[in-house]
């Protein structure tokens, strides 16, 4: 299908880019384009111009901030696998972004836009909340930063506005920390039907912490505190973090659809998220 017309503007900087957005009725940011020209070849989105931030090499790569990385939106799935600040201080952002669809995919589609598409089906969604990152957007008003737990706000909604454009990603440094990523799909490559995304701190033989995150248990992303709680003090053995990951579901409300009903879904996140406890702790 042919897309609707639209102005097509590469901007030469960030300050430009949201100038064309904030003069605009119907703008879209164009990143990867993974998400954007699905929806424009079904006429699913009817833009009056598209902002390709394609040429903003200031958006793209890692850095180090200290007790934190900081990964430009631009960045593209197949370098974020790559890096060595990621695998050193934020794996499960790496496992995770290895499981996004093919490599064709994860050679165009960027970290920026996956979060601000905010698919509650998507890998990354849930990894941000899981390691409590925060989204640098750049706005008419300046710039500010909005924690993991307030962005994604409803389905395919979050808190950026028309006119503001994702600059960045902060995410702390996890050090001492080990990680997983569970996904179970009906096909290979395909959107996560269940994901869980964990992070386990170990002391003395038992869980002194973890972080849990869900891919498509809701309409957003979940941070899966309940079960957060329970594996608290619970020792590192399979059956324990199993018992514990009973509760997993207690904070979603998944969709039925045709890939699944609702309370397979919350059958798979407990099922899902003890093994991906028990992977974490390396157990």
């Keep these: 299908m042919i897309p609707p017309r639209f ?7 960030v300050a430009e880019a ?17 998400s954007l020209m699905p ?9 009056d111009v598209v902002v390709d931030l394609g040429g903003l090499d200031e958006l793209r790569g890692v850095r180090d901030e200290g007790d934190a990385l900081w990964i430009g939106a631009m960045t593209t799935h197949y370098e974020v696998v790559r890096d060595p600040l990621i695998a050193a201080h934020a794996a499960l952002i790496a496992q995770a972004t290895g499981t996004v669809a093919d490599p064709a995919v994860r050679h165009r589609g960027t970290i920026g836009g996956s979060l601000s598409h905010a698919d509650p089906a998507g890998d990354l969604p849930a990894v941000a909340l899981a390691l409590d990152a925060e989204f640098l957007i750049s706005g008419p008003d300046g710039d500010r930063a909005v924690p993991a737990a307030e962005f994604f706000a409803d389905y395919l909604t979050t808190a950026l506005e028309p006119e503001d454009v994702l600059t960045g990603v902060r995410v702390p440094k996890l050090d001492g920390w080990t990680f997983h990523y569970e996904k179970f799909t ?13 992070a386990v701190r170990r002391d003395n033989g038992a869980v002194a912490e973890a972080r849990v995150g869900l891919t498509n248990m809701g309409s957003t992303p979940i941070r899966a505190r309940t079960v957060e709680s329970a594996v608290a003090g619970v020792p590192a053995q399979r059956d324990a973090l199993r018992r514990a990951a009973d509760v997993a579901d207690a904070e979603s409300a998944p969709p039925s659809d045709v890939n699944a009903q609702a309370d397979y879904r919350r059958h798979l996140s407990r099922v899902l998220t003890g093994r991906a406890l028990a992977a974490a702790a390396g157990i």
């Design 18 to 34: 949201v100038s064309v957005l904030s003069e605009s009725e119907e703008p879209k940011v164009l990143a990867g384009g993974q």
């Design 7 to 13: 102005d097509y503007v590469k901007p030469g900087g």
């Design 186 to 198: 009906r096909t290979a490559q395909s959107w996560a039907v269940v994901g869980v995304a964990a």
């Design 39 to 47: 929806l424009l070849r079904f006429r699913l989105a009817y833009p």
